[in-house]
């Protein structure tokens, strides 16, 4: 199966915000890459909108979008998270990451009116912000040993990779991302030295 080289996705945290019968829908859309990552950014979320009733969700991670998820969040059945994940769906994102908040206004709406409002809420919190086309990478975590490491830097420093999570100590290690044009060359190089070790983080 071949990969698309190219994504769609949000550029950074937008907001869009509905109003229906006195509730509040705060629309809350990120670039995330993991369920790791989401976790992090939905209980910021929830500290943020402490006073809320109900914080419901979707995501959709990885170039073959097999990789997602819908959360209720304790509102009926598919009234809330699947919403959320159709509009993902819709406007053919990934690696998103999308919220809602609800602040109760006294009124129930019916599940028709929750999967309207959840829908419009996250619609905008899109529209709202920039949707960007990205490269698709390789992933991967470096491990080698210390001694090992000015040839690790000079190869990477070569190639204009960009590091992250780095560890440097007598076992060393970091993370990078590689080109898909690239990676395979990339990698050989690096296995030329007997310490490294190479651990694929997967394609997104």
Same mark, same amino acid.
């Given at each position: 199966m071949s990969l698309n080289s190219k994504y769609l996705t949000v550029k950074s945290e937008t907001e869009g915000l509905y109003k229906e019968k006195g509730s509040k829908f705060i629309g809350i859309a =990120?670039?995330?890459y993991n369920e790791e990552d989401a976790k992090v950014f939905l209980e910021e979320w929830r500290k943020r909108h402490h006073q809320s009733h109900h914080l419901c969700y979707a995501y959709k991670f990885g170039v073959d979008g097999y990789r997602y998820r819908a959360n209720d969040d304790g509102e009926p059945n598919n009234s809330a #998270?699947?919403?959320i994940l159709g509009q993902i769906e819709s406007f053919e994102l990934t690696n998103v990451l999308i919220g809602v908040v609800r602040y109760y206004g006294g009124t129930k709406l019916g599940v028709g009116g929750l999967i309207n409002a959840y829908r419009t809420a996250a619609?905008?919190? =899109?529209?709202? #912000?920039?949707? =960007?086309?990205?490269e698709v990478y390789e992933w991967i975590d470096i491990l080698f040993?210390?001694?090992?490491?000015?040839?690790i830097m000079n190869l990477l420093k070569k190639h204009n990779l960009t590091l992250s999570n780095n560890v440097f100590?007598?076992?060393c290690k970091l993370t990078t991302f590689l080109d898909l044009n690239m990676a395979v060359g990339i990698k050989d190089e690096l296995l030329k030295y007997d310490s490294v070790e190479l651990i694929d983080k997967g394609i997104y």
């Open positions: =990120i670039l995330c #998270g699947q919403p619609k905008m919190a =899109i529209k709202n #912000g920039d949707v =960007i086309e990205l040993s210390y001694e090992d490491m000015p040839h100590e007598e076992s």
